[in-house]
Nanobody, 123 residues
Framework: VQLQASGGGSVQPGGSLRLSCAASGFILDYYAIGWFRQAPGKEREGVACLTKDGSTFYADSVKGRFTVSRDNARHTMYLHMKNLKPEDTADYYC??????????????????WGKGTLVTVSS
């Protein structure tokens, strides 16, 4: 089981980025997926999650700006980010858990994790 995140980088405020997370070793269709982030000195927080059946969760701070999606055929999950703000600067992680076991967009509830990809929003 492996998750490989990519797409991070540096962007100016107001800019956009798309993070990708490629899954291997398991069938993504049966899993809830999530994106989490951790800024220096802060706890990891749930940004956006998506269940097998399409239910979504978004942190209040990203509602209307971030969109989580999945392409099961490509075994890939995405986080589309627009109107980025300096406070969005963090390491972003993708994670999954069997959909049956999903209890909310909480890092403690996720089973598989990818390595972080850094997003820096600065002018």
């Amino acid at each position: 089981v492996q998750l490989q995140a990519s797409g991070g980088g540096s962007v100016q405020p107001g800019g956009s980025l798309r993070l990708s997370c490629a899954a291997s070793g398991f069938i993504l269709d049966y899993y809830a997926i999530g994106w989490f982030r951790q800024a220096p000195g802060k706890e990891r927080e749930g940004v956006a999650c998506l269940t097998k059946d399409g239910s979504t969760f978004y942190a209040d701070s990203v509602k209307g700006r971030f969109t989580v999606s999945r392409d099961n055929a490509r075994h890939t999950m995405y986080l589309h980010m627009k109107n980025l703000k300096p406070e969005d600067t963090a390491d972003y992680y993708c994670a999954t858990v069997g959909d049956y076991y999903y209890t909310g967009c909480l890092s403690s509830g996720m089973e598989h994790w990818g390595k972080g990809t850094l997003v820096t929003v600065s002018s």
